[in-house]
């Protein structure tokens, strides 16, 4: 592995159904981040974690829950699906340091029925 | 509320040309701006600015940042269709890790 790896690539589900977004990165890096991308809004964030153990809400959380039991893993959960929530979903990670850019995943596009 | 502003929405131009790119932002607490370029998944990291007027610079592409004013502008020169991309302006805040995204530009280069 190289950089930050998603999965699912693409999902289709029914609504009510829970659903859990994989991510995984290499880089040891400290904060990682997940972001959903809406035509016309850019990217908003969800949640996010500047170090293992820890997490935080970003601008739109509700409906998605977070954890981060080690530093390479950060999964995104869907305990409810409902049709607002298909989007497209990046995870990204970073150093966490003041002056460290955040590097993205590429993506898992989830359509909620 | 904080929000982070790009111009034009889409723009159409031809190879060769020299395109400008703008990013407002009004957000609190403003540590850094950064650029990204989006082509068909993940976006990709071109520049961060934290200090005004200095000019960050990588091959054809350049940017710099007006904290006075609250803008950025991304110019790439001699515009190839490689370039054509969404390119993301967002705003970092200290204290906050909620960086905020514009919506973006989209840029398309035609041969």
């Known amino acids: 592995i190289a950089g930050i790896t998603q999965a699912p690539t693409s999902q289709i589900l029914a609504a009510g159904r829970r659903m859990t977004l994989r991510c995984t990165q290499d880089m040891r890096h400290n904060a990682m981040y997940w972001y959903r991308q809406d035509l016309g809004l850019g990217l908003r964030l969800i949640h996010y974690s500047n170090t293992a153990g820890t997490t935080g809400k970003g601008e739109v959380p509700d409906g998605y829950s977070v954890s981060r039991a080690n530093t390479d893993d950060f999964p995104l959960t869907l305990a409810s699906a409902v049709p607002s929530q298909t989007s497209v979903y990046f995870c990204?990670?970073?150093?966490?340091?003041?002056?460290?850019?955040?590097?993205f995943g590429p993506g898992t596009r989830l359509t909620v029925l | 509320e904080d929000k982070v502003v790009q111009s034009p929405l889409s723009l159409v131009v031809h190879e060769g040309d020299t395109v400008t790119l703008n990013c407002s932002y009004e957000?609190?607490?403003?540590?850094?701006l950064l650029w990204y370029k989006q082509e068909k998944k993940a976006p990709t990291f071109l520049f961060m600015l934290t200090s005004s007027g200095i000019e960050k610079k990588s091959g054809r592409l350049s940017s710099i940042l007006d904290k006075k004013e609250l803008f950025s502008i991304l110019n790439i020169t001699a515009t190839q269709t490689g370039d054509s991309a969404v390119y993301l302006c967002a705003v970092e805040r200290f204290g906050n890790n909620d960086m905020r995204f514009g919506a973006g530009t989209r840029l398309t280069v035609k041969p």
């Open positions: 957000v609190t607490n403003f540590r850094s």
């Open positions: 990204a990670s970073s150093l966490g340091l003041a002056g460290a850019p955040q590097y």
